[in-house]
């Protein structure tokens, strides 16, 4: 085997928060959270999201996004809206129409329109 992403981790201060939001947001299944209550393992078919309890506060933006691919992007920006998203913007670009949403620690992601989803 190459390489893979096994998952991607996003820092946090509310775990519990944060595992709501993602698990029905991504259709993920919460793990366990570790002994010490700070870190729990988000599992899908495709990737895991991870979540940390950070040190510190977050204060570090974009320095990493999701980019989440939808058929039926307006469905989707509703939807994550009503689990708690923010919206923060809407790119039409014809080439490329995507919705900046944040979820409820502010970490911005993309809702990207797409014919297919690969």
Not at 95 to 115: H, I, K, M, Q, S
């Amino acid at each position: 085997m190459g390489i893979r992403l096994g998952s991607v981790v996003i820092n946090c201060s509310d775990l519990e928060a944060m595992t709501k939001f993602w698990a029905a947001a991504l259709d993920l299944t919460p793990g366990p959270g570790s002994d010490d209550g700070r870190f729990r393992v988000l599992r899908g078919p495709r990737v895991n999201v991870s979540l940390q309890v950070a040190a510190s506060p977050v204060s570090a933006r974009d320095q990493m996004h999701f980019d989440l691919y939808s058929d039926d992007q307006e469905g989707e920006v509703q939807r994550l809206v009503g689990l708690g998203a923010s919206y923060v913007r809407h790119d039409d670009d014809p080439r490329d129409p995507y919705v900046v949403l944040a979820d409820p620690e502010g970490n911005e992601f993309c809702v990207c329109a797409r014919t297919t989803i690969d």
